[in-house]
């Protein structure tokens, strides 16, 4: 039996989101998705020459004879798409995923097959809500052709498909390209994700012999911040060449030195019965500061005080540079991997209500599409599982638990990390040996 193949270019797409939309509003969300396909969709590709091959629930699949054509197709019904759907309420808008690719398919009446089809599914996977994604050789295809910006995406780790997978995505001209930050690779003049300075301290008491308990906080509070998973810390050798410099310090020069998005300063000023402390969060980029907390406290042992603090301060800026992240990456049409896991980190934060954990979870197994080996989605996943279960969200919380138990057994397996309840988003005692006094035996 012969077997039909032609080279074609297939475009895959679902609505992002669709199970919660139809949660949520069933005929409202049938009724907007019809009106789409019928109105917006189905007259783009057929005026581009391509043809719906099948529909697979709340997506599609198509083919075209130019990839060229495909492209224009897509951006035409996801622009209109977006035109039109701009002024609804996010919790009920619908926006579609496109995945793109070019290959040899088998042909059937009603249906294609194929690895490339495969492919085009998997694009689809990775690409934003409104946005497209293409495969390298798409974008071979189109190069020249079409007034188009592209963002190169890197080798993706796809889904089944045993090689990997060079993706590019389409740049939206309202997009920041300040903010673009593509497939992990960040923006040489902002540093990569989370990472920071911590500035030497200043000492507001004037008196030299306090000098020694100022530097010890700056020193104890850089090693408890090299602690938290994922954030690169300057070590505190570079970090003290600036030490003396006051006003004269540039923190956007800073950042272009060190590579680093954040910088962190504070001041000390002790008098006999109190201590104050001041801390400051500023963006490295730009100079703006980004967050600022005082600690006044009664004078007891200062060892015990220091420790405290630090914790505390610790704390609070694992949380305000997870909800930074977040933010930084919300202006950007390409989050990566690292960019939607700081999202659900910044969600969990918010308050572990079901809207929150729902949301976040969501993140998190979209950050493990783009990247299998991001350690701190896999974590954060059974972590939220474990949360649900505590607070009596579900109605079967040993098979939650279970779930949970069974990913972390399976993270520690693949890569042997580190993990305390802080890695897993939960805040304990179980970093108080950390303290600068344990640090000092």
């Not at 032609?6 to 919660?20: C, E, K, M, N």
């Not at 581009?48 to 019904?77: C, M, W, Y």
């Amino acid at each position: 039996m012969r077997v039909e193949r032609r080279l074609a270019a297939i475009l895959a797409a679902d609505v992002a989101g669709y199970s919660r939309l139809m949660h949520n509003d069933e005929e409202a969300t049938h009724a907007k998705l019809t009106g789409l396909l019928a109105n917006i969709v189905r007259p783009a590709i057929v005026e581009h020459g391509g043809r719906i091959v099948k529909n697979t629930g709340d997506g599609f699949l198509a083919e075209f004879p130019s990839a060229v054509e495909a492209v224009r197709a897509a951006t035409q019904f996801q622009s209109r798409t977006h035109d039109l759907t701009s002024d609804d309420p996010e919790e009920s808008r619908v926006r579609f995923r496109v995945g793109i690719n070019i290959g040899d398919v088998i042909v059937e009446p009603h249906d294609i097959f194929g690895d490339d089809v495969n492919i085009a599914a998997r694009l689809e996977g990775i690409a934003e809500p409104g946005g497209i994604c293409v495969s390298a050789s798409v974008y071979a295809h189109v190069g020249g052709k079409v007034a188009i910006e592209f963002a190169d995406l890197g080798d993706q780790k796809l889904k089944n498909i045993s090689r990997p997978v060079r993706a590019y995505a389409i740049v939206w001209e309202e997009a920041s390209r300040v903010s673009l930050s593509v497939g992990g690779q960040s923006d040489a003049l902002s540093g990569p994700h989370l990472s920071i300075v911590v500035l030497p301290f200043a000492n507001l008491s004037g008196a030299p012999a306090q000098e020694y308990f100022v530097d010890g906080v700056t020193e104890s509070l850089t090693t408890d911040l090299s602690r938290i998973s994922g954030l690169f810390v300057i070590g505190r050798h570079t970090a003290f060449t600036y030490k003396g410099k006051g006003k004269a310090i540039d923190l956007k020069q800073i950042g272009r030195e060190l590579k680093v998005r954040y910088a962190l300063e504070g001041s000390v000023q002790r008098s006999e019965r109190r201590l104050r402390i001041n801390v400051q969060l500023a963006d490295a980029g730009t100079g703006n500061h980004l967050w600022a907390e005082r600690f006044d406290k009664p004078m007891a042992d200062l060892f015990d005080m220091q420790d405290e603090i630090v914790a505390h301060i610790a704390n609070a800026l694992d949380a305000q540079l997870a909800k930074q992240e977040a933010r930084r990456s919300e202006r950007s049409p390409l989050p990566s991997s690292m960019d939607l896991y700081f999202q659900g980190k910044a969600l969990m934060y918010k308050g572990w209500i079901p809207e929150n954990l729902a949301q976040a979870r969501s993140k998190f197994e979209r950050a493990l599409a783009l990247d299998p080996e991001n350690v701190g989605a896999m974590v954060r996943i059974p972590a939220l599982d474990v949360i649900v279960s505590m607070a009596s969200m579900t109605d079967d919380s040993a098979a939650l638990l279970g779930s949970a138990e069974a990913r972390v057994l399976k993270v520690l397996s693949r890569s042997k990390p580190r993990l305390c309840p802080l890695d897993l988003g939960f805040r304990s005692d179980c970093d108080k040996p950390r303290g600068s006094r344990h640090r000092r035996v």
